[in-house]
T-cell receptor
């Protein structure tokens, strides 16, 4: 696609429910990243994919968070048993490789009530 | 570990004023440095970057120079416009193989009044 696409744009969920956030990177971009933007913490790295593998998961805050990528393209970030502190904007980004520019999606605003 | 510290603002200026947003960093290697901008209701966009010491990144009248001796990458613009109102993020990326994950500052909200 023309840009990084994320869905849904907004998600309200009840505490304790599971949620799935989707990212469709720019076609041909091999590297994909998830970040979280919250008022208290700013922008934090969560996980990096190169192709379908995730060599860097160091930013995932707990084992309730997981992500996968299939076909070297679409990625899904799953949060299990959501907590109120998970409320944030979740951003996906992709890069073609080398020192290419990182392009960001519009984000998914997650609100846990 | 890596970290970025930038003035948090908010910064409020009148149109045509001079802008400086300070950014300093800590990194273990030789990072690339970036300024990203987030306009109201839009996603993050790369504004400019510099990949080595003494490089100057520039775009849309904004400039920043990679200063290794002071570990700084301050953003400047000589004459701001109302349309520059946005949140500005300083960031760095260590060239760890193909992993270009970014470490961000907390962002600076800029409001430019006519």
């Amino acid at each position: 696609g023309a840009g990084v696409s994320q869905s849904p744009s907004n998600k309200v969920t009840e505490k304790g429910k599971d949620v799935e956030l989707r990212c469709d990177p720019i076609s041909g971009h091999t590297a994909l990243y998830w970040y979280r933007q919250s008022l208290g913490q700013g922008l934090e790295f969560l996980i990096y994919f190169q192709g379908n593998s995730a060599p860097d998961k160091s930013g995932l805050p707990s084992d309730r968070f997981s992500a996968e990528r299939t076909g070297g393209s679409v990625s899904t970030l799953t949060i299990q048993r959501t907590q109120q502190e998970d409320s944030a904007v979740y951003l996906c980004a992709s890069t073609k490789g080398g020192q290419g520019t990182t392009f960001f999606g519009q984000g998914t605003r997650l609100t846990v009530v | 570990g890596n970290s970025v510290t930038q003035m948090e603002g908010p910064v409020t200026l009148s149109e045509e004023a001079f802008l400086t947003i300070n950014c300093t960093y800590t990194a273990t290697g030789y990072p690339s440095l970036f300024w990203y901008v987030q306009y109201p209701g839009e996603g993050l966009q790369l504004l400019l970057k510099a990949t080595k010491a003494d490089d100057k990144g520039s775009n849309k009248g904004f400039e920043a120079t990679y200063r290794k001796e002071t570990t700084s990458f301050h953003l400047e613009k000589g004459s701001v416009q109302v349309s520059d109102s946005a949140v500005y993020f300083c960031a760095l990326s260590d060239l760890g193989g193909s992993n270009y994950k970014l470490t961000f500052g907390k962002g600076t909200l800029l409001t430019v009044n006519p």
